[in-house]
């Protein structure tokens, strides 16, 4: 801690040196905070110099802190999926967290988020078909269960190559979405045949090449960025509540100025 003057005064050397001090950045309002984890998504802060007007001010003081990145997820499916039937929806299952922070599987359909905001999601699906003739899978995206308008795409399929060389398309749609936190995604279809599926296809260690997911999803957050969703919620005498993404790493540590 840094020298104060005592209530009542000081002498010259005295103050000048506190002054000195106040100029070249030496000053007592400043300390540090580690977030809370197992996902949580405020912190409270406790300094009995907070007022409910005093402005904090947050700073990454760790290389975590430094490091923190907007809620992501990457999912995939790698067994394939075949529709029970023609005319009716299905959802795609998801198998393979392959990479996660704030957005997780809830079950093997719902990509859900904890963090509100808006979102990038890209899915990827490797479709097969095995008639004889051309079909089509139709594929659109539900928000907590309600489809989001103007999501639905169409993909043609030619006829199959051979009795057992099925023809393959690729379908790819990315959009933004705007969640609230605990909303989750579904990517739901129908198919025209249930010759049309998801394909998944092993690695390939002759050619070499890696596996081919039968489908893929990647839920990311564009807004807020990270470095504006940190910030104090409210506050009152002695102490203040820290609101930002949730959080499951340990040490993400911030320091923080008072002013005022």
């Not at 070249?24 to 984890?37: A, E, H, R, S």
């Not at 392959?98 to 699906?125: E, F, P």
């Not at 398309?169 to 599926?197: F, K, P, R, W």
Request: avoid cysteine; aromatic fraction near 8%.
């Amino acid at each position: 801690m840094f020298r104060v003057l005592p209530p009542f005064g000081s002498d010259q050397r005295g103050v000048a040196e506190v002054v000195n001090g106040i100029m070249n950045g030496k000053t007592n309002n400043t300390g540090t905070i580690v977030l809370n984890t197992g996902n949580a998504t405020t912190t409270e802060l406790y300094d009995e110099r907070i007022s409910v007007d005093t402005k904090i001010v947050l700073i990454p003081f760790s290389d975590v802190a430094e490091a923190d990145a907007s809620p992501f997820g990457e999912f995939s499916n790698n067994n394939g999926q075949t529709a029970a039937s023609t005319g009716t929806s299905a959802v795609v299952e998801w198998d393979s967290t392959d990479k996660s922070s704030g957005v997780y599987l809830s079950n093997t359909t719902r990509v859900n988020v904890r963090n509100a905001g808006t979102y990038s999601v890209q899915y990827s699906l490797q479709l097969s078909n095995l008639d004889n003739d051309g079909q089509y899978a139709d594929i659109w995206i539900k928000k907590s269960n309600v489809i989001v308008d103007n999501t639905g795409k169409r993909y043609f399929l030619p006829a199959r190559k051979s009795a057992t060389e099925p023809s393959h398309v690729v379908a790819t749609y990315e959009t933004l979405i705007t969640l609230a936190a605990g909303d989750y995604l579904e990517v739901a279809g129908a198919v025209s045949d249930v010759d049309v599926t998801l394909e998944f296809f092993a690695a390939d260690g002759a050619v070499p090449r890696p596996a081919i997911p039968a489908a893929s999803i990647v839920v990311k957050l564009v807004s807020p960025l990270a470095y504006s969703n940190i910030y104090v919620s409210s506050q009152t005498k002695g102490s203040a509540v820290i609101s930002h993404y949730a959080n499951d790493t340990a040490s993400k540590t911030y320091a923080y100025i008072l002013i005022g």
